[in-house]
């Protein structure tokens, strides 16, 4: 009895260890790496050195991030804050699936790091940004105006 279950602690000829496969995690939590898509000159040299910023919070009650909410994220060992303009999870009807986690670095008054935002983001993004713009003092207006391409 003692041999049977030793033996099936011993791992395969050749592994190190038992093999642990976990579902891909598309969706945007804590640590999740993030793409930054804008200009901005930190978020222009963490990209070319190959280090994306990590997520550090998400300010949200589900601590999961969507389109549009804002982030807390660790880039080049600042903390900087970000609103997501693109996510790969799944989506609600009419708000398009993109194939990377795109993050947009802002200042603490929601003002953009950058001039220019290099991909397309989503048109429901001016909705959910002029609502969050009302009922917070944070002013997500100049965000839109440096987009120049929307899906």
Excluded: W
Aim: aromatic share 4%.
């Amino acid at each position: 009895m003692l041999r049977k279950s030793l033996a099936a602690l011993v791992p395969l000829a050749g592994t190190s260890r038992p093999l642990h496969t976990t579902a891909v995690c598309s969706e945007i939590r804590k640590m999740a790496r993030l793409r930054v898509v804008d200009n901005s000159e930190i978020g222009k040299r963490a990209m070319a050195e190959g280090k994306p910023p990590k997520c550090i919070h998400v300010y949200n009650k589900q601590s999961v991030g969507m389109i549009g909410d804002k982030v807390l994220v660790a880039i080049k060992g600042q903390k900087k804050k970000g609103i997501l303009v693109g996510c790969k999870q799944f989506q609600k009807p009419k708000i398009p699936k993109f194939d990377s986690n795109n993050l947009v670095l802002i200042d603490d008054n929601g003002t953009p790091l950058g001039t220019r935002i290099h991909v397309p983001i989503p048109t429901i993004l001016r909705t959910i940004l002029k609502e969050k713009t009302q009922a917070k003092g944070a002013d997500y207006t100049k965000l839109l105006g440096i987009a120049s391409r929307f899906v």
